[in-house]
């Protein structure tokens, strides 16, 4: 597909994929740009950037219609994806969300719309070397079940609405702008409260986010990929010790201090023990101490293959290039 004269509508844009998902399309000609935005105070680097802005929420499906109208192209970004929150919020961010966005897009007569989903579809834990070929697993983690939710909605969709839609699997997505996997950790590592939990030499399948907007450029633009899903990571066998190092690094820091995991797991069922007396929610579960430890990397053989997808920038080009923008935007 020729994305050449189309107008292109992002959801989440004022997110880290969906962000810089504009910023790369604005290098190409001919494509126009339209940017869902829920909070207007969040939208002035869009409009920075001279983007059509158009206010709507994903849960209102009242305010799409005029929203897509004239779209040729949709990149679903928008999720819940925060770590808190109940059952329902990320039902309604994330599922809900998802189908009025995409009964929108059919209305619209869309061309190609991407979803972007997560490898959390596989669960928390999952086997190592997993692929497209394995199924679902569901956990009980909100984020990971809505996500599965949300692709089931979106494959409806394609089979029975003809949407002509792809969909992507990013890992833990880092570099500029990242708040989860960039920003939260610098902070952290800064008010001395990160520590590596057990070994923390599990696999911890990033990617760079340029690295995710290439994989989306591909998705809109090759007609022989649609009705499928597509693991993105940057291929690299990267230990959580290894990941943080790098941002530790940054700040002049050699070592991350270590707690082992039977003694991490105590602790945090004692602050778990002590927010649930003060009525508020844990904030880490014990179990994050295993996952730090499962080591199991997914394949991304079939977006090489059918995709088309190399990941360009490595894990070392990718942290220097986010250590640039943290001192550039004062977080070093």
Request: net charge positive; hydrophobic share 45%; proline share 5%.
């Given at each position: 597909m020729d994305l050449a004269g189309k107008r292109v509508l992002v959801t989440g844009a004022t997110g880290l994929i969906g962000g810089r998902l504009?910023?790369?399309?604005?290098?190409?000609?001919?494509?126009?740009?339209?940017?869902?935005?829920?909070?207007?105070?969040?939208?002035?680097?869009?409009r920075a950037l001279s983007v059509e802005i158009a206010i709507g929420d994903v849960t209102r499906p009242e305010t799409l219609g005029e929203a897509l109208a004239g779209c040729h192209v949709v990149v679903h970004c928008a999720a819940r994806v925060t770590e808190r929150g109940s059952w329902e919020e990320f039902w309604r961010s994330n599922v809900e969300?998802?189908?009025?966005?995409?009964?929108?897009?059919?209305?619209?007569?869309?061309?190609?719309?991407?979803?972007m989903s997560s490898v959390a579809v596989y669960g928390i834990f999952p086997r190592d070397q997993t692929d497209e070929s394995f199924p679902y697993q569901p956990c009980g983690n909100a984020y990971c079940d809505t996500k599965i939710e949300a692709e089931k909605v979106a494959l409806d969709y394609f089979r029975h609405r003809g949407v002509p839609l792809a969909i992507l699997r990013p890992g833990i997505v880092y570099g500029p702008r990242s708040q989860h996997w960039t920003i939260r950790i610098v902070e952290l590592l800064k008010a001395n409260r990160l520590f590596l939990l057990g070994r923390a030499d599990g696999i911890c399948n990033h990617v760079y986010v340029d690295n995710v907007v290439d994989a989306i450029w591909l998705a809109l633009t090759r007609d022989d990929v649609l009705g499928e899903a597509f693991i993105i990571t940057d291929g690299e066998a990267t230990t959580w010790r290894t990941f943080f190092g790098h941002y530790a690094r940054m700040l002049g820091r050699h070592r991350i201090p270590q707690l082992p995991a039977a003694p991490a797991k105590a602790m945090l069922r004692l602050i778990g023990w002590a927010a649930r007396m003060r009525g508020a929610p844990p904030p880490l579960s014990p179990k994050v101490v295993d996952y730090l430890q499962h080591r199991a990397q997914f394949r991304i053989e079939k977006a090489k293959a059918r995709l088309g997808y190399i990941p360009r920038i490595s894990l070392e080009e990718g942290m220097r290039r986010t250590e640039a923008w943290l001192r550039e935007a004062g977080y070093l």
């Open positions: 504009i910023e790369r399309l604005r290098e190409h000609p001919g494509v126009s740009l339209r940017a869902l935005v829920r909070d207007p105070a969040k939208a002035e680097r869009l969300g998802t189908r009025h966005v995409l009964e929108a897009a059919a209305r619209a007569g869309v061309e190609r719309f991407v979803h």
